[in-house]
């Protein structure tokens, strides 16, 4: 059977490596998997020899009239699509091609921004509630977001299955990668980490606030910061407003974060929202400690009943109840990192991948055969 996964680019985010992943392991699983795009510039994780990479156009408003086209040539019995925009062209195109189903890919929850009146977020959720109603098929990353597009988008809970975005949790830690790093002499400070894109939700500007708050900048301990994004310069100029600039590190977009992990004292996800959280389940799987808000939907989920991690209330002064927990994580000890570690084996791509797999055999048995 061959299965199309559209998504814009592969390199970025979150997204973008659950996309390769998937691709991944329905290739690993049999079936005939293309990657279409329309960014090929080289992906951020590696694909599997057997997954064909395909450019559909140069820009999404091209895009439909050229799936079509695609549809029509390659004839995919289903495609797979990952973000909204690309969730809505799919499930609208997919409706007058009867022998191709279309399933979508729901990566965020959506309730932080509709509470806080961001237009932008109406139109997303108008763009998933129209896909929604198109598709066949709504894939939400984690039991919360499947939450979410229950309670706000009035799809049918039966028309919406739960897999967990794969997570490479088999990371090599090679100590030479943080020779390439100059910025901090890693074998003689100590450092708390954060990973993702710098743009407002990943909460940046709330971890340095809170940062400048801890016992942390007095005992030496740098933060360390790892993405690349539109908010670095406000980022560097708010650290240096609140006189921690000299320990707080921004080293800019790595390939492999894993024995960044593996050093740190432990990792911090300061998001406003998320829909699963992979840079969570990427910490556990090196035995690293987490502090993380409880931000809708996905952390909470992954780090739920681990004694050795810290779930934060998302209140309106959130920076002061994250720095209190960043002290107290600071002062505590790592009870066992074995469940650490076992816990990130529930996330990763063998597992996922089997689900998603089921997911895909499912619905192969239901609507194609």
């Given amino acids: 059977m061959k299965i199309c996964i559209f998504i814009p680019k592969l390199n970025g985010g979150g ?3 659950a996309a390769i992943c998937q691709a991944n392991a329905l290739s690993n699983a049999g079936y005939k998997v293309t990657l279409l795009v329309l960014d090929p510039e080289a992906p951020m994780t590696p694909v599997n020899d057997d997954v064909k990479i395909s450019t559909l ?7 439909i009239f050229a799936l079509p086209i695609y549809l029509f040539r390659e004839k995919p019995e289903i495609i797979i ?3 909204s925009v690309a969730n809505f062209i799919c499930s609208l195109v997919s409706i007058f091609f009867k022998k191709t189903y279309s399933i979508i890919t729901v990566q965020n929850d959506l309730t932080y921004r509709l509470n806080q009146g961001e237009y932008k977020s109406l139109i997303e959720l108008f763009l998933i509630v129209a896909a929604n109603k198109l598709c066949n098929r709504v894939i939400a990353v984690s039991n919360g977001v499947k939450k979410f597009l229950t309670e706000k988008t009035y799809v049918k809970a039966e028309k919406v299955k739960v897999a967990y975005n794969p997570i490479s949790t088999k ?17 003689k400070k100590k450092y708390i980490i954060a990973v993702g894109r710098l743009v407002p939700q990943k909460g940046f500007d709330i971890l340095i606030k809170a940062f400048a708050n801890t016992k942390l900048p007095a005992n030496k301990i740098n933060l360390l910061i790892v993405g690349e994004g539109p908010l670095r310069h406000q980022l560097i100029t708010l650290s240096k407003e609140l006189n921690v600039e000299k320990y707080v ?9 894993s024995p960044l992990y593996y050093h740190a004292e432990f990792f911090v996800l300061s998001s406003r929202w998320e829909g699963f959280g992979n840079v969570v389940v990427e910490a556990l799987a090196q035995g690293t400690r987490v502090v993380t808000f409880d931000c809708p939907s996905g952390p909470r989920e992954i780090i739920q009943g681990l004694s050795d991690c810290i779930l934060v209330p998302f209140k309106k002064s959130p920076e002061m109840d994250l720095a209190k927990s960043l002290d107290f994580m600071f002062e505590s000890q790592v009870t066992d990192k074995t469940k650490l570690t076992e816990r990130a084996q529930k996330f990763s791509v063998e597992n996922a991948g089997l689900t998603l797999c089921g997911i895909v055999k499912q619905f192969k048995d239901e609507f194609i055969e």
């Fill in 15 to 17: 997204a973008e490596k």
């Fill in 57 to 63: 156009c140069k820009r999404m408003r091209f895009a």
């Fill in 81 to 83: 699509s990952h973000l």
């Fill in 171 to 187: 990371g090599l830690i090679k100590d030479d990668a943080l020779s390439k790093i100059s910025m901090i002499d890693y074998n």
């Fill in 249 to 257: 590190q921004f080293p800019g977009y790595l390939e492999n974060v």
